[in-house]
Structure formats: C-alpha cells, structure tokens
C-alpha cells in the first residue's frame, strides 16, 4: 500500500475523444509525475509536476497536459485520443528533496482502452 | 542518467535466494541504483536503493560492487508472490523530481 490512488481504474474511449485522469498522491508529497506504459514494455516519463508547475517532460505530445491542485493530488488530460494511446497510465509521488535520494512511489494506474 | 543493463528473464526455485544482476558501467559518483519490482497489472513497487554502500531492508538487500559498475539485487528466499518483472534503475543526485527511465528489466520467474 504507496498511499497513491488513481481513478478510475478501467475505462474505454473512442478515438477522438478525450479523457481525464485522477491521481491522489501519497500524504504530504508534493510532486507528482505520470508515465505510460504500454503493453510489454516498461514505463515512459509523461510529465511532473512540483508546487502545481509543469516540472520536467517526456517526448510526449502537447494533447497530453496536466495539472497540480493545491493539495497536491493531479490530473492527467489527453485529447484528440488515438489507438496507441491504449496502455496502463501510472501516477507516482515523492518529497522532492534536495538530490534524488527520496524514494518514488507508485499508484495501481488507469487502464485507458481506445478503440 | 546512466543506462542499466540486465538479463531479460532468471529462474529462481521457490525458497531459494534470487540474484539479480544489473550493469551500469557508465554509472557516475552523483548517481544512485534504484530498484522496482512489477507485478502483472500493477504499478511498480519500490524495493531499496543505494549510492555506494550495501544496502538491506525487509525486503531485499543490494550489493553494489567497489567500482560501483554494477549491482546485485538479492531475495533471501524467494516465494512464488516474487514472481515479476524487475527494473534496476540509475538516478542522478541532481534528478530531485519523480523522473525514472526504465528499462526492459529481469523478468523473475519463482517455480515451486
């Protein structure tokens, strides 16, 4: 149990539409990243968030946007959905401190279907 | 951050200690050794993480070598619920946010 939840859990689109994710981060962690993964691979760095700002990006594209809440819980939005956009979406939190020895822990993801 | 190589599947018999390996031969000093464990259809699920020194927790323990070039994830006794994919994982010091790059990892397969 990480203390980070995502919803919902299992959804299908069609393509062209758009979705939105939800991402509750573990209890006093303020910053917020999202990756996918697709089926058979490992997961892929979308994007962070730290104190409600944009922090850092993958080689994703700008249909993919996010946002940070002052509680520190997040969304991620994806629109104009296209089939390869099919995968697990996993929401991870920390403390950012001041190097990388804080540990990252991850949520159960959103299994995003489009067909 | 430094890239990880490791092999794409072990077998480990239940009850038996599970070593998996992880080379990161262009590892530098500001870097640390991260290991995450998946089960199918879940998220990653942290396990332990080091910089030079041995590290071990109730969960696993991680033995980096001297020249710190690579890296041995230990299970003292290995249950069939071990059963998983495996991503050992370089991280800068100066990475301080929540950006990870996986690899393909170790699929452990644990048999009875």
């Known amino acids: 149990e990480t203390g980070v939840t995502q919803s919902p859990t299992h959804l299908i689109k069609t393509r062209g539409q758009q979705v939105t994710l939800r991402c509750s981060s573990q209890?006093?962690?303020?910053?917020v990243s999202w990756y996918q993964q697709a089926l058979g691979q490992g997961p892929q760095f979308i994007f962070q968030?730290?104190?409600?700002?944009?922090?850092g990006r993958g080689n994703f594209p700008p249909r993919f946007s996010g946002l940070q809440f002052p509680n520190y819980s997040s969304e991620l939005n994806v629109n104009a959905l296209e089939l390869d956009d099919s995968a697990l979406y996993l929401c991870a939190s920390s403390l950012r401190g001041v190097d990388s020895g804080n540990t990252i822990y991850f949520g159960e993801g959103s299994w995003l279907t489009v067909v | 951050d430094a890239k990880t190589t490791q092999p794409p599947s072990m077998d480990c018999a239940e009850g038996r200690a599970a070593n998996l390996p992880c080379n990161h031969s262009?590892?530098?000093?500001?870097?640390?050794v991260y290991w995450y464990r998946q089960i199918h259809s879940q998220g990653p699920q942290y396990i332990i993480h080091g910089l030079k020194n041995n590290e071990t927790n109730e969960m696993a323990s991680l033995i980096i070598t001297e020249d710190r070039k690579s890296s041995t994830l230990i299970l003292p006794h290995a249950t069939l619920r071990d059963t998983a994919v495996y991503y050992c994982i370089v991280r800068s010091r100066n990475n301080a946010g929540n950006m990870l790059t996986f690899g393909g990892g170790t699929r452990l397969m644990v048999k009875p």
């Open positions: 262009t590892i530098s000093g500001n870097e640390y």
């Open positions: 209890s006093g962690h303020n910053t």
């Open positions: 968030y730290y104190r409600e700002e944009e922090n």
